[in-house]
């Protein structure tokens, strides 16, 4: 290593970037060009940027990489570590790059399964955070290196990841590629369940596209094939999305149904997670608002991803307004005007938001919000979530409040899932009742 190189890896964090900047992983880069020293996401910024560029020259001699890159030297890995020190203690963040760099010293190149598991779990953190473009960046690293070492299950789990974060961002033809990328990885390694999996996210970019009767179709045979083989994960996963073109032609009683019955077999606490908050929106659309607060608190006490507490504070919003709370949807609006949501969410924030002020009887700011929601929904090319907007607009300009509109009577199935949601709600949350 010549006396530059060294000299150069002694510097401080900030130089390093400096030095790099010309380099790999972009994404962080522009992360941190968008902060501050003193914002509180620098220091697992440049941690994830240095553990990034130490895992690119230890693959180095496995993959022909340009002579631009940097080669391995332990120091980088010393660099990194020091970033991460600077992370909280407490911070998910910090765990899974040290188990990164950890695998650094225990993985070859040429055998790197093990390494990848913890970039995966480095890149599921970093989706909880609501870190869209760095969460795709470590996927497409994984990715790279999974193929190149014909590691199927690995190949498969980063395509995956790269198309839900692609969908997440409203790029709907780039997450419909990696989604069949997965289908087609996991019909090459023999893993059904990547390749249930990614015909799952080929039907919700249907569905999002408002193709609602291919996403049907896609979507039913998923599940039938699911059960025949004992999946129950991906059978879960299959029924969640049928809930979701159910609650679009408007019965929800059907949707809850799915829905309860998916929660039945999801494992993971972020599927179940938004398998309440789905709950929670149609225990709306049927009147249940006591029974949608207690599936709101839940989630706001148990989740572990930030867009899907955003979702449900957002929510929220549909049970306070009718309630007549005016000063508790003005706070959730501020605290969610200073997130920044991503277009799915954002299109959802100022749908639910024009629907709480109809509720009030503030005509004037409901249809604001709901055209800044058509709006939205256009410019991503959310069309079944413009459909939905603009049926609200509709419903408002005849009656001058969305909110006035009659529930139907809510079926005793139902209720029975409203009891059952009130007693989860008592259990993770105690007597708590009130929305905060």
């Known amino acids: ?17 400096d030095a790099y900047a010309s380099l790999a992983h972009m994404a962080f880069i522009d992360s941190l060009a968008a902060m501050t020293e003193g914002d509180p996401r620098w220091h697992q910024t440049v941690a994830g940027f240095l553990t990034m560029r130490a895992v690119d020259a230890w693959r180095r ?38 188990r990164v760099v950890e695998a650094l010293g225990e993985t070859s190149p040429t055998a790197p ?16 955070e609501a870190e869209w473009a760095l969460a795709i960046d470590v996927h497409e690293t994984v990715l790279e290196h ?22 997440v961002l409203a790029r709907h033809d780039v997450a419909l ?31 999002e596209r408002g193709n609602y009767a291919l996403a049907r179709v896609l979507l039913e045979e998923v599940e039938r094939t699911a059960d025949e083989a004992g999946r129950v994960e991906e059978r879960s996963q299959a029924l969640h999305e049928l809930s979701d073109i159910a609650f679009r032609a408007g019965d929800h009683t059907r949707a809850l149904h799915l829905l309860h019955e998916a929660l039945g077999g999801y494992t993971i606490q972020a599927d179940r997670d938004r398998a309440l908050n789905d709950l929670a929106v149609n225990f709306v659309e049927l009147g249940l608002l006591d029974a949608a607060r ?17 979702l449900a504070m957002l929510n929220l919003l549909t049970v306070v307004g009718p309630a007549g709370d005016r000063a508790a949807v003005e706070r959730y609006r501020q605290e969610l005007m200073d997130a920044a949501l991503p277009p799915g969410l954002e299109f959802a ?88």
């Open 1 to 17: 290593m010549t006396a530059d190189r060294q000299e150069r890896l002694g510097r401080s964090d900030t130089d390093q970037l």
């Open 61 to 98: 001699p496995a993959l022909d990489f340009s002579e631009s890159s940097i080669p391995w030297h332990p120091q980088m890995t010393a660099g990194a570590r020091r970033a991460i020190e600077e992370i909280d203690a407490q911070h998910a963040i910090r765990l899974a790059l040290y």
């Open 113 to 128: 399964h093990h390494l990848l598991v913890r970039l995966i779990g480095y890149g599921r953190a970093l989706e909880f």
């Open 146 to 167: 999974a193929e190149w070492a014909q590691d199927g299950h690995c190949a498969g789990q980063a395509a995956l990841r790269l198309g839900f974060g692609h969908r």
């Open 177 to 207: 590629e990696w989604y069949r990328r997965a289908e087609q990885i996991g019909i090459a390694s023999g893993e059904l369940g990547t390749e249930l999996r990614g015909r799952i996210g080929i039907g919700k970019v249907a569905l």
């Open 294 to 310: 207690d599936a709101y608190l839940v989630v706001l006490a148990t989740a572990q991803e930030r867009s899907t507490r955003w």
């Open 349 to 436: 924030f100022w749908n639910q938001l024009g629907t709480a002020y109809a509720a009030l009887g503030d005509a004037e700011a409901a249809e604001a919000a709901l055209t800044r929601a058509v709006a939205v929904a256009r410019e991503h090319k959310l069309h079944g979530r413009e459909f939905e907007a603009e049926r609200q607009m509709a419903q408002l300009a005849e009656s001058r409040s969305v909110g006035s509109r009659s529930a139907p009577i809510a079926a005793p199935e139902a209720v029975e899932i409203a009891v059952a949601v009130r007693d989860m709600r008592l259990q993770v949350c105690g007597d708590e009742i009130v929305p905060r």
